[in-house]
């Protein structure tokens, strides 16, 4: 009887190795491809010179970068998004704490409880989550585009012109960038007269 038991054990462990393993390899396959297809944007982003053109590849960057894939994970940003929306942002801070705690890789949540952190003046917060969000995806230019809007608020003009300049090294046609680059230059240059 042992015997029996013993084949069966052996027997589910066979099926389920290569089980796990094709899982596995399906996975990083997965994550390779968003990789790939991420870089990809980005080198297509960085070359475009058609405004339009280039909006349109950041967002299909954006929505890869919501994709969390956990469906519990997508609800908590919704309703974290809907919370910033109605001006609630001690519930849309719960929801996002609850992201990151889930899911300390996700980029995005960082990204978005540093936005609400911002949207509430803490400044010192908003900035840790940026840092994550960056050490997750230096890429992300909208995490960025924050630090430099925090830069220019607390006075660190040229500190935030830097920001702007990463930004633009990343995302060269986007004109709010562009826009600031120019502002803070001029002034800045102006301070040095």
């Known amino acids: 009887m042992r015997n029996v038991f013993a084949f ?107 936005t609400v952190h911002f949207l509430m003046q803490n400044y010192r917060k908003s900035m840790a989550d940026i840092e994550r969000t960056l050490e997750l995806e230096p890429r992300h230019f909208g995490a960025l585009s924050g630090m430099a809007q925090i830069m220019a608020t607390t006075g660190r003009n040229e500190l935030a012109l830097q920001a702007w300049q990463r930004v633009l090294d990343i995302y060269p046609m986007l004109r709010n960038a562009q826009n600031e680059v120019s502002r803070l230059s001029e002034e800045l240059a102006g301070e040095g007269i």
Do not use: H
């Not at 980005?42 to 475009?48: T, V, W, Y």
């Open 8 to 114: 069966f054990a052996l027997a589910l462990l066979a099926t389920t190795q290569p089980q796990q393993a094709f899982a596995e390899n399906t996975g990083n396959t997965i994550v390779a491809k968003a990789d790939n297809q991420l870089d990809t944007l980005f080198s297509d982003l960085k070359r475009e010179r058609n405004e339009k053109a280039a909006e349109r590849l950041a967002s299909r960057i954006w929505e890869a970068w919501y994709k969390s894939g956990s469906a519990s994970v997508d609800l908590m940003m919704q309703w974290a998004q809907q919370a910033v929306e109605a001006k609630k942002f001690d519930v849309a801070l719960d929801f996002l704490d609850q992201v990151v705690t889930l899911q300390p890789t996700y980029a995005e949540g960082w990204n978005r409880r540093a």
